[in-house]
Every structure is written in C-alpha cells, then in structure tokens.
C-alpha cells in the first residue's frame, strides 16, 4: 500500500494482529452474560485491551465494529456503539497517562466510565424508547431497587443501571489487563513504551478537526431524519393525537443520530491511522533525524558531525515527503563536508597562532637564556595546574577542557613584555636598584599592549584573551600587594593566579644572576606554607601541591635537555 513500505512488515502485522484479536475478544465476551445468565454486557475487554497496547484509535475502531457485527442480531447494538467509542477514548487518556501498567490504576477507571455509561446511558435509554421505559435487562433490577430504596422508577433505574454497569466494567478492565499481561508474557516487545504511540500534536488536531466535523454531520442526519421520519408519520399524528408520532420520530433520529456519529468516529480513527502512516510518521522521523544531526541550542561538541541520522532515513512514500528528505539527506551530506573543510582550516589557523607564538618566545629566548627556558617549562607547569583544578572540581564556572588547552598555549606570552626591558636591567648580574625594577615591572603593561595589538591584527580568540590576562596580571598577589595594579582574590583572573605559582616556582628552582636555586622542597614548602592566601591562590596552591610530582618530572626533564 502507498506511503505504508516505509513500516517494518513485523512492526505493522503484530499491531494488526492485536486489534483483530481485541475485536475477537469483544465479539467472545458478549457472549458470555448470555451463557451465564447475567445482566453483564463483557463487550468491551478486547477495547481495552487494544487501546492498552496498539493505542486509542485502534481502540475506538474495534469498540464500535463489535457493536456493528452483532447489530445484525439486534439493530440496538449499534445505537450503542457511540458509547464504546467514548470508553475507548477514555481509556486511551488513561494509558497516556501511564494508568494502565496496574490493575489498581485501571480500575479508578470505572467511576468515570460509569457516570458515562450508566447516567448518559439510561438518558439515552429513555430517548431510544420514545421518552418512555421498556422491558430490558435493567428493569427487573431497578423494580427490586425502588422497592429496596422507596424510590421512584427514573431513579431506580438509574441506580441499578449504574450498579451493573459498575461490575461490568470491573470485570471487563481485570479482563483486559490479564490479557495484556498474558500479550506482554508472549511478546516481550510489547512492553517497550515506544510500541504504543501517544497522539503527537498534529495528529491530535487532525483527530479533534475531524472528529468534529463528523458530529456537525451526524447531527445533520439526526435532523434531516427527524424531518422527514416526522413528515411520513404526520397523519399517524392526527390519530395518536401528535405526541405519540413525536416521540417515535425523536427515537427514530435519535438512534440514527447515535449509529451514524459512532460510525464516523470509525471512519475518523482509520482515516487518521493512514495519515499517521502516510504523513505525520514520515514528518516525525525527519524532524527527529534533522535534531539529532543539528543538536540542542548551546551545544559545543558533537553538532552536524554525523549525516548518518538524516541519509540513513527511509521515506519511501512516493510523494513531496520522499523528495523533501532526499533533498534533506543530500544537505546534511554537504553540510557535514564544509564544515569538516572548515575545521581543518580552523585548525591550521589555530596551529599558525601557535607558531607565531613559539617564534616570540624564541625571541625572547634569544635575549636571556634562563627566560626563555622559564617560558617553557612555565607553560608546561600552568597547564599541570590548570587540569589538576578541572579534575578536582574546583573553579567549575571557568575552568573547561579548552581552557587547560587555552591556557598551555598562552603562557608563553606572559613574558612577552621583557622584549621591550633594556637588557642592561634584563641581563644585570646584581640586585636592581628601586629605578631598575620599576623598570622591570613595566614589562606587564608593556606585554599586556603587545597582545592586545596582537588580537587586533590575528583576531579574537580565547588563548590571546587569556595571554593578555597572564601577561598583565602575573605579578598580581592574592592579598593585593602585587602589581600592576593591585588587584585581589577573585579580581585577579584565574589564569593569572596559576600562572603566579607556575612562575615563582621555577624561579625559585633555577638560578638567578641574584640567588642560589631553591631545592624542590624548599620552594613547595615556601609556596605551601609561606605564601599561600597572601601571594597565592589557597585553592590552586592546593592543585601545585596535589600535583607537585608530575611537575618535578616536568622540570627534572628539561634540566636534561
């Protein structure tokens, strides 16, 4: 069938298979009352039972075609098949809200169906009996409860009404649910939520749309039949004395009214099951494989990598939809190429920075031996620091796996502004003088200025945002005693406050024209215990320490070289 290839054969056939056996169920258990001699109807345990498992149209549909077939027995069946499609429809709210997986949770079912079924029903009892009472299977219960209660018959019939209907449907959802238990034993598969299928949105419109436009129908035919019904019978009028032909007329149109709704509501559960195969499903799978392919908003890794949802997908409906996912496959395919181009020229971009970088830390090497070798393995030390925080936790609003890579690339430009210190101050053997290390000092402004007109000529990017906060604030102290600027704490960028410890650790571990080297001891201890919470962040000084062995590997490897 058109639009339906696209299902799998056993998907479909077991879907199938279970409404033809929720029809056969409704079909054997109207037998039953006959059999045992009870006022029970039992007609509704396959509708239940389909609705549990396949869904609420299927349902409707197999409510009102047990009434259909045994219409051909007695056309009063299918006056009532209206009220099958409604308990169908109730039900199916039910399953949706989960309350159908226990017996306890079916069976606070019954009070709702009840009000429908027995209250409605006897109303519409009353009007298929020409706004009168006839012997049924109710009557010689409601006499016995009028005569129990002191009530007046309407009343009693009402009660006994909702009594049996109270027990029948007791008994028909226990019914249905061992059935789905014994399906579920069976069929393993049946258990899978995705088996059943809500109404999705768009069907649900469809479902109301057309649902209404069926009952502006029926009640067409209900007046067009109550028109014509009463014009035929409007000499029987004269003799009857008018009432007696309006009221055969009203319970003519009003049994017509019932069969022709519920039979349109039928109509109305096939037509929209087709389009559900045809076009909601088909709709369905392409927006979920397009938001797989395209992921969420704000999503950083793993957007328009894989085509696979999008070209794997089989529309097979022979239509516009066909042609639409085609034309859909064939730009996720083009999408995910240009962009794989486009990140590998991203990345050799990002190389070429990183080049760049290297290049003015060789520069710098070139004018003072011991800082250029600093520059490396303070590179290398921030970076330890840097993933020794993100593993422990700590500083999670900022520090990411791009920023322990961010900041291994920026920090070879903490130093950049040295290359501006005259090398009188930069190469002098003995202490500064007050005048010599101000001059010192001037090389954060001074690099701090080289990055920013860096940013302006290679462009935005986070590693140069961050080299410029290393290369300003690397000399900033915790308690705000540093400089250029005095800042403290949280004020202090937190890659400037890794870089510090980095930074004073390797140069208390070399030696300086003015000092001996520090043992590895000596300068953890000095860091650990002396500085930290006056110079040094106490949370990253805690990272340095936690990882203080990777780092002396570090240094003792580049002592090597």
Request: proline share 3%; aromatic share 10%; glycine share 10%.
């Amino acid at each position: 069938m058109l639009g339906l290839s696209h299902y799998h054969g056993d998907y479909f056939g077991r879907k199938a298979g279970l409404t033809l056996l929720g029809l056969l169920l409704n079909l054997l258990g109207a037998q039953l009352p006959g059999l045992m001699g009870v006022p029970l109807y039992l007609d509704n345990i396959g509708t239940f039972f389909v609705v549990a498992l396949v869904g609420v149209i299927p349902g409707m549909a197999v409510g009102y075609l047990g009434n259909l077939f045994y219409s051909f027995q007695d056309p009063e069946w299918l006056y009532w098949g209206l009220f099958c499609v409604i308990m169908a429809w109730l039900a199916g709210r039910a399953a949706d809200e989960g309350r159908f997986t226990r017996l306890s949770d079916m069976l606070r079912l019954v009070p709702v169906i009840v009000l429908f079924t027995g209250l409605l029903g006897e109303i519409f009892s009353w009007l298929l009996s020409g706004l009168g009472y006839y012997e049924d299977g109710i009557a010689a219960y409601a006499s016995a409860v009028g005569s129990f209660l002191g009530v007046e018959l309407p009343l009693a019939r009402i009660i006994a009404r909702c009594g049996i209907e109270a027990l029948d449907k007791s008994l028909v959802l226990a019914a249905a649910w061992v059935a789905v238990q014994l399906a579920r034993q069976v069929w393993p598969e049946l258990k899978a939520a995705h088996f059943r299928k809500k109404l999705s949105p768009l069907r649900r419109r469809m479902v109301l749309l057309i649902t209404a436009s069926a009952g502006v129908t029926g009640m067409a035919v209900f007046l067009l039949a109550c028109h014509t019904h009463y014009y035929m019978l409007e000499l029987a009028v004269q003799a009857t004395g008018g009432w007696g032909g309006f009221k055969d007329t009203l319970a003519f149109g009003g049994g017509l009214f019932s069969a022709m709704l519920g039979a349109e509501i039928c109509i109305v559960a096939f037509s929209v099951s087709y389009i559900d195969w045809t076009l909601v499903e088909p709709v369905r799978k392409m927006t979920d494989a397009m938001r797989n392919f395209v992921g969420d908003r704000g999503e950083q890794h793993g957007k328009y990598e894989d085509a696979g949802p999008v070209t794997g997908l089989r529309i097979e409906t022979h239509d516009e939809l066909q042609t639409l996912q085609a034309a859909m496959a064939v730009t996720a395919s083009d999408v995910v190429d240009y962009l794989a181009a486009l990140n590998l020229k991203i990345e050799e971009i990002r190389q070429l920075h990183t080049n760049i970088i290297s290049t003015i830390a060789d520069i710098i090497e070139s004018r003072d031996v011991t800082t250029g070798t600093h520059v490396k393995r303070t590179s290398a030390y921030a970076g330890i620091i840097a993933l020794q925080l993100l593993k422990e936790g700590r500083y999670t609003d900022v520090i990411t796996d791009d920023f322990v890579r961010d900041i291994q690339v920026a920090a070879p430009l903490h130093d950049v502004g040295k290359i501006c210190i005259p090398d009188a101050v930069l190469s002098k053997p003995g202490k500064l003088t007050s005048e010599e290390f101000a001059a010192m000092k001037r090389h954060t402004t001074l690099g701090r200025e080289i990055v920013r007109r860096a940013r302006e000529s290679l462009g935005e990017g986070e590693y140069l945002e961050m080299a410029q906060d290393l290369a300003a604030y690397h000399h900033e102290w915790w308690n705000g005693r540093g400089y250029p600027e005095g800042l403290k704490e949280q004020e202090i960028p937190l890659s400037a406050r890794i870089m510090a410890v980095a930074d004073v650790y390797d140069a208390l571990t070399t030696v300086r024209p003015y000092k001996r080297a520090f043992t590895p001891e000596e300068a953890r201890g000095l860091i650990m215990l002396e500085e930290k919470g006056t110079h040094f962040d106490p949370v990253v000084v805690d990272a340095f320490v936690h990882a203080f062995d990777l780092i002396e590997k570090v240094r003792r490897q580049t002592e090597a070289e």
